[in-house]
């Protein structure tokens, strides 16, 4: 199901190093990403950083793994941004 939209999610990651490496690996593949603050970090989420891509894809997701950046879930942001 490759491109499959996914809507307005916050991608976590263990910490805000990975966000920003995350973050920077996204603008250079063409996606508009930002960093937030998770709005209900869970126990052992670490910083309570997510990524916010516009247009969410399974690449993106693709993209982080492939370059070392762990994936520890999502966050649906609703209309929160």
Same mark, same amino acid.
């Given at each position: ?14 910490s805000v190093t /990975? ?5 920077? #690996? $996204?603008?250079? %593949? *063409?996606? &508009?990403?930002?960093? =937030? ?10 910083c309570g950083y ?5 247009? /969410? ?5 693709? #993209? $982080?793994?492939? %370059? *070392?950046? &762990?994936?520890?879930? =999502?966050?649906?942001?609703g209309d929160a941004?």
């Amino acid at each position: 199901m490759e491109g499959f939209f996914m809507g307005k999610k916050g991608i976590k990651v263990n910490s805000v190093t /990975l966000a920003m490496k995350g973050r920077d #690996l $996204l603008l250079k %593949n *063409g996606y &508009k990403a930002y960093l =937030t603050r998770n709005p209900a970090p869970g126990k052992g989420e670490g910083c309570g950083y997510l990524i916010y891509v516009n247009d /969410l894809d399974k690449r993106c997701f693709q #993209l $982080l793994n492939n %370059n *070392g950046i &762990k994936v520890i879930g =999502t966050v649906d942001l609703g209309d929160a941004l």
